[in-house]
């Protein structure tokens, strides 16, 4: 099992960047892939972006591909998002999630954080 927590959400202009952290608890967290979810008010969750359990694959959003990069680091048992180049649109609730196996849909992650809301102004 692990736990996982988000922070570094914030408000931020149109144009800014933001670093999302994820802190995962135990001692297997290197074998777990891992995801970027976010939510908006009134809208599904939905995939923002994904890594594979060493960090050497990752696939993003078409909303996102080019703007936001997914990466972990396995010996801080940490996740990460760096998001650039922020738009109104990006504004959600994010949520890291991780998954014993390769993940199909959303609903393959087995276990969430509680989110880190993130505000973008135009």
């Known amino acids: 099992q692990v736990q996982l927590v988000e922070s570094g959400g914030g408000l931020v202009q149109a144009g800014g960047s933001l670093r999302l952290s994820c802190a995962a608890s135990g001692r297997t967290f290197s074998t777990y892939r891992m995801g970027w979810f976010r939510q908006a008010p009134g809208k599904e969750r939905e995939f923002v972006a994904h890594?594979?359990?060493?960090?050497?694959?990752?696939y993003y959003a078409d909303s996102v591909k080019g703007r936001f990069t997914i990466s972990r680091d396995n010996a801080k048992n940490t996740l990460y998002l760096q998001m650039n180049r922020l738009k109104p649109e990006d504004t959600a609730v994010y949520y890291c999630?991780?998954?014993?196996?390769?993940?199909?849909?959303?609903?393959?992650?087995?276990?969430w954080g509680q989110g880190t809301q993130v505000t973008v102004s135009s």
């Open positions: 890594i594979t359990r060493s960090g050497e694959g990752s």
């Open positions: 999630a991780a998954s014993a196996k390769v993940p199909g849909t959303i609903y393959d992650y087995d276990y």
